[in-house]
Every structure is written in C-alpha cells, then in structure tokens.
C-alpha cells in the first residue's frame, strides 16, 4: 500500500490550489500537491504535508499550520494500487501561484467550479464532495475501485 498526501490549500478569494500534473498518475487533470509519504524514514502524513508543501508550493511550515480533514483509502486506484491518502487543510491563504515545476503547473480553481473541472474520477464522485461540504470535521472514506461505478463506503464523518 502507498501512502501519500493531498493538500488542499486557498487564495484568499476561496479558490483551490490544483496541479495540474505533467505525470502520472492522473497525467493531464488538476489534483491538490501531495505526495509519497517515506515510511522508509518513518516520516509522519504531517512530516510529509510539510515537506511536500515546501518542496512543491514553497510553503514553509510547521505542524500547527496544518489540520487532518480526512482519510481516504483507495482500493486498487487506476495505474497506483492500493494508496491510502491523508488530506490536509493549509490554516493560511496563499496569495500568488507557486512556479510550474517538473510535476506541472499551478493555478488557483474557484470551489464553485471545482467539480467541473478537469479532476479525477474519484475525486469528482466523492473526495471533492467531503471535502467541500465537511464544514470542519474530519472524514474516513474507502472507495473500491474495482467495482464500476466506483464503490464508496463512509466509514466515519
């Protein structure tokens, strides 16, 4: 199982910092920054937030910057397998776009127009949703990606 971070970080017009990523998985659609946790270094879901925040938005942060909205697992995901995803809430507002790098370009989506853009199939059909009406409180979903349409199951919210 792979285990990563999605970041889910505004401007302070409300509109949501997505990637959109020049690689697979999900080459050609916009998804938060994240990435791999090292478990190999025993490095934590915020160790990795934080890490990934730098390296990819040039965020520098600490713990307390950060709040564990919801856990997603992922049963066989399309071109990754089993990833168990952990989704972080940045608590500040980011005013200007981070530079493209080698992972892709940024841009900042109005949440109003996040579910018509260019996400994810899973993300479109359930992690958006939580994400967007969760009104604070933290959420576990298990989708499993080898029923078609997609089976979702809230293990808690």
Request: aromatic fraction near 12%; include cysteine.
């Amino acid at each position: 199982m792979i285990f990563a971070t999605l970041l889910y970080i505004k401007n302070p017009q409300g509109g949501y910092l997505l990637l959109e990523r020049l690689n697979e998985p999900n080459k050609g659609l916009l998804s938060p920054p994240g990435g791999k946790v090292h478990i190999h270094e025993a490095e934590s879901p915020y160790r990795c937030a934080i890490r990934e925040a730098n390296e990819e938005c040039l965020i520098v942060s600490t713990e307390a910057d950060w709040t564990l909205k919801g856990i997603i697992t992922e049963k066989n995901y399309p071109k990754i397998g089993d990833i168990m995803l952990f989704l972080f809430e940045y608590k500040h507002t980011m005013d200007a776009l981070p530079p493209d790098f080698k992972e892709g370009r940024f841009r900042f989506v109005d949440e109003k127009e996040i579910l018509e853009s260019n996400i994810p199939e899973t993300d479109k059909l359930y992690i958006w949703n939580f994400v967007l009406r969760n009104n604070g409180g933290f959420f576990s979903v298990y989708i499993d990606c080898n029923e078609s349409p997609y089976k979702c199951t809230i293990e808690a919210e």
